[in-house]
Nanobody, 126 residues
């Protein structure tokens, strides 16, 4: 079992930055692909980013087209924590962000992920 707890959400102006954190317990992150999804009001939950690691190095990472070049996923092994650095935020990024985990290669399908956090709210004002 893997337990995921997100933090770092909040209110930020357009063009600003936030860093989301996802603390994992129950298993070490090296065994899992980790990622992020988000859900805006009235919309489907959508893929944001996911990454798989070999040792201490990200060997595969993927991003939704809407966040490429603005968001970066990373991991701190010592803290068993995954991060999502979000820069140049836009009002369209407003959503609840969920941390996810799965075994195997990173994918974009929400049904592929076995473990989900409770979510953290990100609100970007214009």
């Amino acid at each position: 079992q893997v337990q995921l707890v997100e933090s770092g959400g909040g209110l930020v102006q357009a063009g600003g930055s936030l860093r989301l954190s996802c603390a994992a317990s129950g298993r070490t992150l090296t065994e899992y692909t980790m990622g992020w999804f988000r859900q805006a009001p009235g919309k489907e939950r959508e893929f944001v980013s996911a990454a798989s690691w070999s040792g201490g190095t990200t060997y595969y990472a993927d991003y939704a087209d809407s966040v490429k070049g603005r968001f970066t996923i990373s991991r701190d092994n010592a803290k068993n924590t995954v991060y999502l650095q979000m820069n140049s935020l836009e009002p369209e990024d407003t959503a609840v962000y969920y941390c996810v985990a799965k075994r195997g290669r990173a994918t974009m399908g929400k049904y592929d992920y076995n473990y989900w956090g409770q979510g953290t709210q990100v609100t970007v004002s214009s």
